[in-house]
């Protein structure tokens, strides 16, 4: 009873591109999404409207939306942690925009400077002026399988986190496995508990590599009902605030995986491995795809 199709949601030009230190010009980061919109995905997080003192690499947010090639049928979002963020967002024409809470104390501080309550409290506004403007919002819990400050993490505090998201009007919740130390026992009694607040057709993934494990853990997901994941192209990434947190899962990885199970995801591998080796030139990196890096060394 695996799901007939998955949707992916390409974080690549956000949570990929976010943590790379080298300035990256706004025509490779148009280009990286043009190429990913090409290769089939259909949800692309592009950019993020927060403060570029503390994430200064997204700082060219609106310029990339302003240069990217619109495809219709293709979201393209943006994070935004509170009103100011949103309104920018509003301004660059972002179709559908994601809030982003932790399920831990000391990440929140870490990576929003403030409470877990508090956070959610700032995104009051900003879902109701998103209501107004008719823009979908997504939520995201970091630090569901563990945290770099206060380690283990109760899955009934995620689940309360992720139920207060849904209350306030986010149309689906992605569990963000921040630091990559879920396993697959783990991940499907966390996805257990929380689909007892939230229905699991309105859960998403969010799996990092670090310890080898997201592949597994997207498999526990799929026979736990999940069909949407996060997936960044070549496993860009890592997170400013978990030192040592490697890419979220490759896309290519996650897409060899579907295809095996014969789960459609409308996406064409060839593109996708173009598009993930040219951002790893333009960046200078070592391909975080094992499919990628097999593929290319035929
Ligand atoms: P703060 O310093 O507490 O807030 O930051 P503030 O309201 O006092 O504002 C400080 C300055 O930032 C002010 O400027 C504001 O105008 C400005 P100043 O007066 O000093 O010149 N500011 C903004 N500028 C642009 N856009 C905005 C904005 N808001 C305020 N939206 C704040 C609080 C939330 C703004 C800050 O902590 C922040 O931007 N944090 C973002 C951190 C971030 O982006 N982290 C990475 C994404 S989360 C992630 O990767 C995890 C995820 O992938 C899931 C997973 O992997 O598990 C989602
Ligand atoms: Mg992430």
Sequence with gaps: NLPKSVRLVEVGPRDGLQNEKQPISVADKVHLVDELSAAGLRYIEVGSFVSPKWVPQM???????????????ITYA????????????????????????????????????????????????????????????????????????????????VASVARELHAMGCYEVSLGDTIGTGTAGKTRHLIETVARQVPRHLLAGHFHDTYGQALANIYASLLEGISVFDSSVAGLGGCPYAQGATGNVATEDVLYLLQGLGIDTGIDMDKLIAAGQRICEVLGKANGSRVARARLSR
């Design 59 to 73: 700082a060219g947010s609106a310029e990339v939306f302003a240069g990217i090639q619109r495809q219709p049928g």
């Design 78 to 157: 943006a994070l935004t942690p509170n009103l100011k963020g949103f309104e920018a967002a509003l301004e660059a024409r972002v179709e559908e925009v994601a809030v982003f809470a932790a399920a831990s104390e000391a990440f929140s501080q870490k990576n929003i400077n403030c409470s877990i309550a508090e956070s959610l409290q700032r995104f009051v506004p900003l879902m109701e002026a998103a209501k107004a403007a008719s823009v979908r919002v997504r939520g995201y819990v970091s630090c569901v399988l563990g945290c770099p400050y206060d380690g283990e993490i109760d899955p009934e505090q």
